[in-house]
């Protein structure tokens, strides 16, 4: 099991790693004290001197300027992190859970029970991402929960195919076999023996998901199909988008929200790259 | 090289078995919506007699597993059904647009696997080296940064801060091209895919750098290439005759896989851009319920994406002898 000393040792040698750490820590906490940052609500239409103070430039009350609708953009971009995280986060444990599950099953028994569930792999594999998340979406009603079960639903492919390999491979080492001649249990050898082996690469795939997860929501939002009840860094590039910001060049709110989804699919490629080196020693030596 | 028929049966049979799955699967799903049954085929604004064909040739009016053999009867003969918006044979509206996903698609894979391939191998020379790094977090910016946002960029910039390009569509507003070969042949057209097709290479890059990186990397390690090494040839013919040849064929199956993964990505900036591809359509007629059009649009993509997923497959097998089938699952 990873310990907290080797944890610390880890971030201490990948600066990578670290890099993607702190800005995770970051964006955490912006997300959790986001009302005491925010200076207005995200959805209140700020008035100035009584009148609606819409396509601001930035100046000194509005960091980053207001929306054609009078919103302040640097509001909605702090509270922007809140299903961002939500987002990423539930959607990653659902993708290493439900991958981690089928592959070590499907490996680990093999015979029919393999064939079936990497047919069903094969299956998963066939649907094209983006069109099957739209399309629940819009039945199932926008709500980034549905989002989420879209994601759930299909992004465990890859993390299904790798886990199975990799509980292959363990499954013909010497521990494993000798736990088996001494007449440990299925669930014994599962839990003990090869669970601590797969799960650095499932808390790989699920630092990947993170990212996947927090892209899909934007992509989903931006076309329109979002959760018009949470302000989101897609929602928010949807809005720029709909209402000519383009033409206008209005950078000042087209840019931070790309930048911030940016940094945070980053940081888990980050930190993902430098697991991949701890898993995969040779690579350092190399 | 020797073509193993019994495996491109077998995997054949699964790319088949694989689509009757989904095609069931969408059945089903479009039967979930949110209305009666009768709205995944029949607008209420079609005339009676309209309405009355579709019934019949839907079998709607009968109980729902012989509704399921009447779909697929008709999904062999290629009966969609009727668009809602375009009252037109479904495979029709979609077969209009294709190409130009396809066009998109194409003309970014090459740019990107190019691009790419040659990326790859600077990398690898430039291993350990302060270029590297730059070009890891580089390539790394590609990669998270979100599709639509990119285009959307790069649209503020190159067409409306500078205008050089225009900004959506094939063509000027108003104008159609006379046939499929006129509008392929025409400079006007290739102008207007320039930046949709630029923005989709920057996000397909990401995947053949690092890949031909890693293999670069690998097979630099492998004994004849140390040999070649050892017979005095420059480092710079060793990488490109002898590591380079060989790291490339993951990077030929991951381009078909690519392919079809681009299918789904092709979504996003077809909308961005107002590309009128199977993407736009497919959110076109979700936006607009029309149901039997997004039933159509997603089959097509999908299914081009199952038999992206076994030319892979095949290649895969091709390329590396050492795969058996059994690997394969």
């Not at chain 1, 329109?224 to 709909?242: C, K, Q, R, T």
């Not at chain 2, 991951?254 to 959110?283: H, K, Q």
Request: a positive charge; hydrophobic letters at 55%.
């Amino acid at each position: 099991m990873i310990e907290m000393t080797s944890i610390l040792e880890f971030f201490r040698q990948d600066k990578f790693a670290l890099v993607g750490a702190i800005i995770y820590i970051l964006f955490i906490l912006v997300a959790l004290f986001a009302p005491a940052i925010a200076p207005y609500d995200p959805q209140e239409m700020v008035r100035v001197d009584g009148r609606i103070a819409f396509n601001r430039e930035p100046e000194k009350n509005f960091k980053l300027g207001t929306t054609n609708m009078g919103r302040d953009i640097f509001s909605q971009l702090i509270y922007g992190a809140r299903p961002a995280l939500t987002v990423g986060f539930t959607a990653a444990l659902f993708v290493m859970v439900v991958g981690t599950v089928v592959g070590l099953v499907s490996g680990y028994f093999g015979g029919k029970v393999d064939s079936l569930l990497m047919r069903l792999t094969d299956v998963v594999f066939g649907i094209p991402f983006d069109p099957f998340v739209i399309v629940l979406v819009s039945f199932l009603g926008p709500s980034i929960w549905n989002i989420v079960l879209a994601m759930a639903l299909l992004l465990w492919r890859d993390t299904a195919r790798v886990i199975r390999s990799q509980v292959l491979s363990i499954k013909k080492r010497a521990f494993v076999e000798a736990a088996r001649v001494s007449g440990a249990s299925h669930s014994r050898i599962i839990f003990s023996y090869i669970m601590p082996n797969i799960l650095p690469l499932s808390l790989l795939y699920g630092s990947l998901a993170i990212g996947w997860a927090i892209l899909t929501e934007a992509a989903v939002s931006f076309l329109g199909f979002g959760d018009p009840s949470s302000i989101s860094w897609g929602y928010m590039l949807h809005d720029a988008y709909v209402s000519q910001a383009l033409s206008r060049g209005a950078f000042y709110w087209m840019l931070p929200p790309g930048i911030c989804i940016m940094l945070l699919v980053m940081a888990g490629f980050y930190i993902s790259r430098g697991a991949e080196e701890v898993l995969q020693p040779k690579l350092r030596s190399m | 090289m020797t073509l193993n028929w019994k495996y491109i049966g077998r995997r054949f049979g699964q790319m088949l078995l694989t689509l009757w799955i989904i095609a069931t699967i969408l059945f089903f799903v479009f039967r979930l919506m949110p209305g009666n049954p009768l709205t995944a085929y029949i607008d209420p604004n079609f005339t009676k007699e309209q309405q009355e064909i579709l019934l019949e040739q839907f079998g709607l009016d009968k109980p729902l597993f012989q509704q399921y053999l009447v779909f697929l009867l008709n999904l062999l003969q290629g009966n969609l059904g009727t668009s809602f918006v375009y009252r037109d044979d479904v495979l029709r509206v979609v077969a209009r647009v294709l190409p130009n996903t396809l066009y998109l698609m194409l003309f970014s894979l090459i740019i990107a696997y190019v691009v790419g391939v040659l990326g790859g191998i600077l990398l690898a020379w430039l291993r350990g080296k302060k270029g590297e790094t730059v070009g890891i977090i580089l390539t790394l910016f590609t990669r998270s940064a979100p599709q639509f946002w990119v285009g959307m960029l790069v649209l503020a910039i190159f067409s409306f801060r500078l205008g050089w390009l225009p900004s959506s569509g094939t063509g000027p507003a108003g104008v159609t091209y006379a046939s499929e070969w006129a509008k392929f042949t025409s400079p006007v057209f290739w102008k207007y895919m320039l930046l949709p097709s630029l923005t989709l290479a920057i996000y397909l890059l990401g995947l053949p750098l690092l890949l031909m990186r890693t293999n670069m990397v690998e097979t630099m390690e492998e004994s004849y290439v140390t040999i070649a090494r050892m017979r005095g040839l420059s480092e710079r013919r060793v990488m490109l005759k002898y590591a380079a040849r060989n790291a490339i064929l993951p990077v030929v199956t991951a381009m078909a896989v690519g392919f079809g993964y681009a299918i789904g990505g092709n979504v996003v900036i077809e909308n961005v851009f107002s590309w009128p591809g199977l993407g736009r359509l497919l959110v076109d007629a979700v936006t607009m319920s029309d149901y039997p059009l997004a039933q159509g649009a997603f089959l097509l993509a999908a299914a081009i994406m199952v038999f992206m997923n076994f030319v892979a497959d095949l290649l895969y097998s091709v390329l590396d002898p050492r795969i058996t089938v059994e690997d394969m699952g």
